[in-house]
């Protein structure tokens, strides 16, 4: 079985299932958090169509999760969001407004409330979660130094509403539950000291687990079958390292801005 396919995807959440764990979206876990949960975010950064294995995989194993869906062609798509919602799942936007409005707080403002609105036809969005957008030295989460998300009729955004000291943090980014290093903006700060490589690696340690995890999947990291998961390997392992490469070009280190110490 290779890692970062369905087959090892179910059998993370049967053993979380059976390790006691319950699931919740976001919004829920916000409204009324279970003891010991499991959030599973969902961020779709290339193509809608990708998420609806995730979603029916899910809801055959009983699970709910959250979608976050960028508004950018084939990311943002209607007819996919409809179906996912229809199995369960909430769905929220993947926002990026600041880096889009090219570090403009009120033009950021203004297309962040627009984009809500036109999500809103599809679902009636309560949470939002940033981008990265390594490539920008804009942080898309500065926009909340200037409005709050109650103005918006919004309830959460992960990296600013969740207690990442209690809940641990797991991105599958570049195909690696550790993957901090090329992660520029993805990732939390945190209490816990708990380093997985691979999906093996996790379910090996499930016991140890806290009670309270957030699991963010890029849904184009997963594929069905041996081949689909060398050819992301290919393509991914290529991007990562353009990626890594473009940012040492592109952003310099004075526009980056200041560390936060949280979320
Ligand atoms: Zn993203």
């Known amino acids: 079985m290779k890692d970062f396919t369905f087959d090892v995807f179910i059998l993370l959440i049967k053993k979380l299932k059976s390790a006691g764990y319950l699931f919740q979206t976001v919004r829920d876990y916000i409204n009324q958090p279970e003891k010991k949960v499991v ?20 809801h055959d194993l009983g699970v709910r999760g959250t979608y976050y869906y960028r508004t950018i062609k084939y990311c943002y798509d209607p007819a996919v969001m409809k179906q996912v919602a229809a199995l ?39 949470t939002v979660c940033m981008h990265g957008r390594s490539g920008s030295p804009f942080d898309n989460r500065d926009i909340w130094k200037h409005a709050k998300l109650g103005d918006y009729g919004l309830i959460a955004e992960p990296y600013i509403s969740l207690d990442f000291d209690r809940m641990l ?6 195909q690696s539950w550790n993957g901090s290093g090329v992660a520029v903006r993805d990732k939390v700060t945190s209490s816990f000291e708990m380093e997985f490589d691979t999906t093996w690696d996790i379910l090996q340690g499930i016991d140890k ?42 952003v310099s280190p004075k526009k980056v801005p200041a560390k936060r110490s949280k979320g």
């Open 169 to 174: 943090y797991l991105t599958d980014t570049s």
């Open 209 to 250: 687990l806290p009670d309270q995890i957030m699991f963010t999947f890029h849904p184009e990291l997963w594929a069905l079958s041996y081949r689909g998961w060398l050819l992301r390997k290919v393509v991914f392992t290529g991007y990562y390292a353009y990626k890594k490469h473009y940012r040492n070009l592109h």
């Open 39 to 58: 959030l599973l975010r969902h961020d779709i950064d290339i193509w809608a169509g990708f998420t609806r294995t995730f979603a029916k995989i899910e």
């Open 88 to 126: 369960g799942h909430e769905i929220g936007y993947h926002y990026e407004d600041l880096t889009s409005a090219d570090g403009n707080i009120e033009l950021a403002l203004k297309t962040f409330e627009g984009n809500v609105q036109k999500f809103r036809l599809v679902y009636p969005v309560e």
